[in-house]
């Protein structure tokens, strides 16, 4: 009897994909429930997690991609200043 002593590797978990893609989309505050392009990009995101063929997960990914370049470009920008902007911030006002 030959013994096999590579460790095993872990499979990841069943939800991985899913769950960034999830997160993401909070970030971004962008709703499944409200966007066609986030529902698609959650589907496809379980399609990868469940998938077994790699053929399957490739295909998925590469539309999962797609989906969230648009979702990204229909997302509500973001406030965020510069480095400018938080020297200024923290500038004492100086009243005459």
Do not use: F, W, Y
Not at 27 to 40: I, M, Q, T
Not at 45 to 62: E, F, G, H
Not at 88 to 96: D, I, Q
Request: net charge positive; hydrophobic share 40%; aromatic share 0%.
């Amino acid at each position: 009897m030959i013994m096999d002593d590579a460790p095993k590797r872990r499979a990841p978990r069943a939800t991985t994909v899913a769950k960034a893609t999830k997160a993401e989309l909070d970030e971004l505050g962008v709703s499944p429930d409200s966007n066609a392009s986030a529902a698609a990009a959650m589907k496809l995101a379980r399609l990868m997690d469940s998938a077994k063929d790699p053929k399957d997960v490739a295909a998925a990914a590469r539309e999962l991609r797609q989906a969230m370049h648009t979702v990204r470009g229909l997302a509500p920008p973001k406030e965020r200043g510069d480095k400018i902007d938080e020297l200024a911030a923290r500038r004492p006002r100086h009243t005459a």
